[in-house]
């Protein structure tokens, strides 16, 4: 862990950082400002960005070192990853080697001057050595198949590509590249430069603007947008930019980390097909969300009249259906319990049948007899008694399978 002596604190942002991120000066103490901010407007292709560095550093600039540097970047990482501090921490780390050590940034004229004069006397030296004939000679060799294209291109002198070329195809590059950027900008008005760089910020170049911008606007026709939404949408078009960027730089795992915090942003916004689908067919079944349609939409909400049995007015209702359905589904079609109940009922009528023909049986026209018998009365006393006591039989046992 980095402890606090350790740790600088940047002029410019006011934040405290490991020493590892401020450059390292030839005096041996590190820079006052971060390398984020000390690179931040730093562009590779016009040297008045980042002189004033190398002055501050006191380490020279020549120009041929720096152009080959940015020549390495954008054939080994592509255009995506020549950012603003990609050459200068490289360049920073030769001039601080023993053959540079001795130069400072006053030696910089001194430098570049010399440095184009030994190409000046090569490319004079090249022509000088140039024989007509000897060229005619490998040339009719190469088109009689004597020798190979690779021997031609070695022995001949035309093909060769000296540095004094070099340094102009590199600035062709960066020309044609800054000439594309120029043409978007310019036909941005002031206003429109104002807004793009309000919105998505200055560390971007303008066709990055508009690829940002492009896609915004095809979301925005798409999607309902709020502010928790908007302010997603943000970061999912420059996530996207960057993960575009690193696809074409070849470089894998970091456009896997970004498309990772794409689909997360996505999904947390509720930007993808799936979620878009779910939120057209839904229905409305809260009454904050049938406020929100009245206040959004103006008026009231139709009234209409509907079976509530048949159309269930929101879930709770449905809730009560089912479970009317299971009690009578588990009555009538589960163990048997309607038939038993059916069973019980028929053995009641035949009980009281069998009890009428007992009383029945008991009386008679015997005068005598009469006497012994039981008096209408007791007899209806009784018949209620044994009504009674199969009732409350039936009640217990409709009780105890959840009827009434």
């Not at 740790?7 to 000066?25: D, I, N, S, Y």
């Not at 910089?108 to 030296?125: G, I, T, V």
């Not at 070849?250 to 689909?263: F, I, Q, R, S, W």
């Amino acid at each position: 862990m980095i402890s606090i002596a350790e740790k600088l604190t940047c002029v410019k942002c006011g934040r405290t950082k490991g020493e590892k991120e401020f450059f390292k000066m030839r005096t041996g103490n590190r820079c006052d400002i971060c390398k984020s901010c000390l690179t931040e407007h730093i562009d590779n292709n016009k040297p008045e960005t980042f002189k004033w560095i190398l002055e501050k550093f006191n380490i020279p600039y020549i120009e041929k070192i720096w152009f080959d540097y940015c020549n390495r970047i954008l054939q080994q990482k592509g255009p995506a990853a020549f950012g603003p501090a990609s050459v200068i921490g490289q360049y920073i780390r030769s001039m601080n080697m023993d053959q540079y050590r001795e130069y400072t940034y006053a030696d910089s004229d001194r430098l570049n001057f010399e440095a184009k004069k030994k190409e000046q006397e090569a490319a004079a030296k090249r022509e000088q050595m140039f024989n007509p004939e000897k060229e005619a000679e490998l040339k009719a060799k190469l088109e009689s198949g004597e020798i190979s294209q690779a021997e031609y291109n070695t022995l001949s002198s035309t093909t060769y590509t000296a540095p004094a070329e070099e340094e102009p195809r590199i600035k062709n590059y960066f020309m044609e590249y800054e000439i594309n950027e120029n043409d978007i900008a310019d036909k941005l008005t002031d206003e429109d430069r104002l807004y793009l760089i309000s919105k998505w910020g200055i560390h971007y170049r303008p066709s990055e603007w508009v690829t940002m911008e492009k896609m915004y606007n095809r979301y925005a026709e798409e999607y309902e947008l709020t502010i928790d939404r908007e302010e997603t949408l943000k970061k999912i078009c420059k996530v996207s930019l960057k993960a575009d960027q690193a696809v074409d730089a070849g470089d894998t795992m970091t456009a896997k980390n970004y498309m990772n915090m794409l689909d997360s942003l996505r999904k947390s916004a509720k930007f993808t097909e799936a979620q878009n689908k779910e939120e057209e067919v839904r229905e409305y079944d809260t009454i904050g969300e049938l406020v929100a349609l009245c206040e959004r939409e103006g008026g009231i909400i139709e009234q209409f009249r509907m079976d509530s049995d048949e159309y269930p007015q929101d879930k709770i209702d449905l809730t009560i259906k089912d479970l009317q359905a299971y009690n009578r589904n588990l009555v009538v079609n589960e163990l048997g319990l309607g038939d038993l109940i059916e069973s019980y009922i028929q053995k009641l009528e035949r009980a009281e049948q069998s009890d009428q023909d007992m009383l029945d049986g008991l009386i008679t026209t015997d005068e005598e007899e009469k006497e012994q018998l039981l008096t209408d009365q007791e007899a209806e006393d009784f018949q209620k008694f044994l009504e009674s006591e199969l009732e409350e039989e039936a009640e217990q046992l409709l009780h105890s399978i959840g009827e009434e």
